[in-house]
């Protein structure tokens, strides 16, 4: 079973104090062994990207969109509420698990749309709630380690 617990009470917490506006930053990597990136923009609306960079196969990544109100919207392996438009013209809806085909697609898809935007448009419900503009000095110091979070389809452990 994957230890989805853990992931859910990091992402539960509250906003980070010191996430800088519009900069990808990574924070410690978590007991579990991933590596965390927050995205936070004017309005405190963040994404919050979960990349298992260990060696463990029951560790999954994680991709969530968290409002100024705390709701966390994360899409599952049969819903999509959550997409992301990344520089007004790739889409992409990550899974809410990678080790499967299309999982591993979108999953692939997205980080790859993260590791050089500098415009993301979240959609919720395919409704626009927030958008993000981070530098492009935060897009290659950081958000470019996110586009090597291959899915766990195709990793090899």
């Known amino acids: 079973m994957k230890k989805i617990l853990p992931t859910l009470g990091l992402v539960g ?3 980070i104090a010191s996430a800088d506006i519009n900069q990808w930053e990574r924070y410690p990597d978590t007991d579990e062994g991933q590596a965390l990136y927050i995205l936070q923009n004017s309005k405190y609306d963040e994404i919050r990207i979960l990349c298992n960079i ?3 196969r029951s560790v999954e990544h994680g991709a969530f969109f968290i409002n100024i109100d705390g709701n966390v919207y994360k899409n599952t392996n049969s819903k999509y509420p959550v997409t992301y438009v990344f520089n007004d013209s790739v889409k992409a ?5 990678t080790d499967w085909h299309n999982g591993a697609v979108q999953w ?3 980080v790859q749309g993260l590791a050089v935007a500098t415009k993301i448009d ?3 419900n395919n409704k626009k709630v927030a958008t993000f503009k981070p530098s492009f000095t935060s897009v290659r110091d950081v958000a ?4 090597r ?3 766990m389809a195709y990793r090899k452990f």
Do not use: H, M, Q
Request: proline share 4%.
């Open 149 to 151: 979070c291959e899915s």
């Open 108 to 110: 692939n898809k997205f």
């Open 93 to 97: 809806s990550p899974a809410g698990t």
């Open 122 to 124: 979240v959609l919720v």
């Open 54 to 56: 260990s060696r463990n």
């Open 13 to 15: 917490l509250c906003s």
């Open 144 to 147: 470019s380690a996110i586009g």
